[in-house]
């Protein structure tokens, strides 16, 4: 099936440090997504994105968040300054409709120190 | 069944039995999805069922919807041990075009 990849599997910050989680989503897809996981728990929405443009964000997206898309490429999200309270599982996920399926990736797993 | 502020739900049962999840949802929808996760992996969707729909197959799955009572089930028949995973309803919420996720089940098949 449609394949969405996410790079690096794992990545370890020290808090106060910028990072930007990296997802290739499904190559025809119009809608991209970001969820937030912990320990397996919950998957917790943050921020969906269409047309270049964010459409909804949740309270978890915090100021320190930003996601963009330039010219086709990777789908980010960018994290400065990182803190403790951002470690977790990161999951990107495209849609070819908002109303359909959502393709995910494998997750980043985000660790700061 | 899962949904709020339940902690994530657990089963365990013997390979070969019949298993049925629940959830309820709060907000209008007009769209569930059934969505499995594999330890370290990212979700996948097993079943969408639609507001005009009041059941959906697919091989050993059954999903059905209750708009009225805003409920959704997922039925497993002879279970296999692969089927192990944790097990998400979610809703799309219309207004603003994003899929909320239940707390999940988590399945354990006993081989």
């Known amino acids: 099936g449609p394949k969405v990849l996410q790079i690096p599997s794992h990545q370890i910050i020290d808090m106060g440090q910028m990072v930007t989680l990296n997802c290739d989503p499904v190559?025809?897809?119009?809608?991209f997504y970001w969820y937030k996981q912990i320990l397996g728990q919950q998957m917790e929405f943050l921020v969906n994105f269409y047309n270049g443009k964010v459409m909804e964000k949740s309270k978890l997206f915090k100021d320190q968040f930003s996601v963009e898309r330039p010219d086709g490429s990777y789908f980010t999200l960018k994290i400065q300054p990182t803190a403790l309270e951002d470690s977790a599982v990161y999951f990107c996920?495209?849609?070819?409709?908002?109303?359909?399926?959502?393709?995910f990736g494998a997750g980043t797993r985000l660790s700061v120190l | 069944s899962q949904w709020g502020e339940e902690n994530l739900q657990a089963l365990s049962i013997q390979e070969g039995e019949d298993v049925t999840m629940n959830c309820s949802y709060k907000t209008y929808t007009t769209v569930v999805q059934w969505y499995r996760q594999k330890s370290g992996k990212g979700p996948a969707q097993l079943i969408l069922?639609?507001?005009?729909?009041r059941e959906k197959r697919s091989g050993r799955l059954r999903a059905t919807l209750d708009t009225s009572s805003q409920s959704s089930s997922l039925s497993i028949t002879g279970t296999l041990a692969t089927d192990t995973a944790v097990y998400f309803c979610a809703t799309l919420n219309y207004n603003q075009g994003k899929l909320i996720f239940g707390q999940g089940t988590k399945l354990s098949i006993k081989p």
């Open positions: 996920a495209s849609s070819p409709d908002w109303e359909n399926t959502l393709y």
């Open positions: 069922i639609r507001s005009n729909e």
């Open positions: 190559s025809n897809h119009l809608y």
